[in-house]
């Protein structure tokens, strides 16, 4: 089977938003992402990348599950190595969830993040001085306090993040996106473990 058949058996999977299957085939698609088996589907030949990149994002936005948004967060920055315009619109999710309401999603993200900035050449940097965006982004990523520090605190390093891209800070947050976002085919019982999951997270990190 080639490289273009697995990419497209994998994106029917994503595209189906299916609760169990999301986790799993996420990680799938980033390990793949990260090691470059996807990287001749350059958005110039391809419509892999944004499509992925669409059903990820919005899948993991309205998520409640932190697990199901990390990983979906992982597909996000393994795009951002992609040309325009995925690199930027890859980046947008990515900088929503660092001002997610859940500490142990801002945290993780932050440090993808930073790991991305040097493992790529992310195309949604600034061109004309790359090398100082890359400076003061990871100053902001690692010197603020994402997951214990207060929200304004928080929002504000988020919104630095944005001035260095030159990006607008969007109208809706991730807590509304959330809140207003669709259901995936997920059953009552265990939409009840996300949230009994989520809480023993949080009892282990106050120990």
């Known amino acids: 089977m080639s490289l273009s058949s697995i990419a497209d058996s994998l994106l029917t999977i994503v595209l189906r938003r299916d609760g169990r299957e999301f986790e799993p085939i996420m990680k799938t698609v980033s390990l793949l992402l990260e090691n470059g088996a996807f990287d001749f589907m350059e958005p110039t030949k391809s419509d892999f990348a944004q499509k992925l990149l669409d059903a990820a994002s919005s899948t993991m936005l309205k998520s409640r599950d932190y697990k199901r948004i990390?990983?979906?967060m992982?597909?996000?920055?393994?795009?951002?190595?992609?040309?325009?315009?995925?690199?930027?619109?890859?980046?947008?999710?990515?900088?929503?969830?660092l001002a997610h309401v859940y500490p142990i999603v801002r945290k993780v993200t932050a440090d993808k993040l930073y790991s991305a900035l040097l493992q790529y050449e992310i195309a949604a940097l600034p061109q004309e001085a790359t090398d100082e965006a890359i400076d003061e982004m990871s100053d902001l990523l690692l010197e603020t306090p994402w997951a214990d520090g207060s929200m304004d605190t928080v929002v504000e390093s988020r919104n630095a993040l944005y001035d260095v891209l030159t990006m607008q800070v969007p109208e809706k947050s991730a807590k509304q996106l959330m809140q207003g976002g669709g259901r995936m085919n997920v059953r009552d019982d265990e939409e009840k473990d996300e949230f009994n999951d989520f809480s023993a997270l949080v009892r282990e990190m106050h120990r």
């Open 70 to 72: 990390i990983s979906g």
């Open 74 to 97: 992982h597909v996000c920055c393994a795009l951002t190595s992609f040309a325009e315009p995925v690199s930027s619109a890859a980046m947008s999710p990515i900088l929503l969830l």
